[in-house]
Structure formats: C-alpha cells, structure tokens
C-alpha cells in the first residue's frame, strides 16, 4: 500500500501483514548465502525507511507553514517563470524565488582596511 493511504495507527497492522520470506526472495545473487544474507538486511533497510517515511509525514501534516519555512522543509511565494510542454503531453516548470529586501546581501566590510 502507498504511504498516502496508510491511515494513522495502521502501520504496525500493515507491517504485521507482510510476509518477509517474499521480500527477501526478491533479492537475486551469485552465491546463495551471501544474498540469504543480504537480502535480510535489504529487507529491514526498506522497511525502516518506510516507518521514517510515514514519520516524518505525520509529524510535517502537524506542523503550520511558517515553522516548515523556516525549517527549510518548504517553499512559497514561488513565481512561475517557465512553463515547457513535453511530448508526453505533461511540461515542466521553472520557478524563482522572490527576492526580499531584507534577504538581499550587503558588501561585506569585514575585509576592508581602516585609514
């Protein structure tokens, strides 16, 4: 199931449901224990990052837009500079970033000589 429409308190029941023979069975290599052991590790890898997935989407839902911002995690007040059609019928985007006053460089003084 996609992360989307794992609901709050539903992970452990979906991680309860998996059958982790069928995981591992996926890993393919040249030598049968080395990939038997691989494969476990590659596994348990994918299934904690699935659980950071899930983490971090709830704690971001929860969180108001400025705190993202300022967080990095988020980006607004974007302007769309460039709108390109593709043959696959989608297009890409270009934006830029508003330039605000107070976020505009000073020369620096720091290396200059006093008289």
Same mark, same amino acid.
């Given at each position: 199931?996609?992360?989307?429409?794992?609901?709050?308190?539903?992970?452990?029941?979906?991680?309860?449901?998996?059958?982790?023979?069928?995981?591992?069975?996926?890993?393919?290599?040249?030598?049968?224990?080395?990939?038997?052991?691989?494969?476990?590790?590659?596994?348990?890898?994918? $299934?904690?990052? @699935?659980?950071? #997935?899930?983490? %971090?989407? +709830? =704690?971001?839902?929860?969180?108001?837009?400025?705190?993202?911002?300022?967080?990095?995690?988020? $980006?607004?007040? @974007?302007?769309? #500079?460039?709108? %390109?059609? +593709? =043959?696959?019928?989608?297009?890409?985007?270009?934006?830029?970033?508003?330039?605000?006053?107070?976020?505009?460089?000073?020369?620096?003084?720091?290396?200059?000589? +006093?008289?």
């Amino acid at each position: 199931a996609a992360i989307q429409e794992i609901k709050e308190g539903s992970f452990a029941e979906v991680l309860d449901s998996l059958n982790p023979h069928v995981l591992t069975s996926r890993v393919r290599g040249p030598d049968e224990s080395a990939t038997n052991y691989f494969s476990h590790f590659c596994v348990l890898l994918h $299934l904690e990052y @699935l659980s950071d #997935v899930a983490s %971090v989407q +709830r =704690r971001v839902q929860k969180k108001p837009l400025k705190v993202l911002k300022r967080w990095g995690w988020a $980006l607004s007040d @974007l302007e769309e #500079v460039k709108r %390109v059609g +593709r =043959r696959d019928g989608g297009y890409s985007v270009t934006f830029k970033f508003p330039v605000e006053e107070e976020n505009r460089q000073q020369p620096s003084t720091k290396n200059k000589k +006093r008289k």
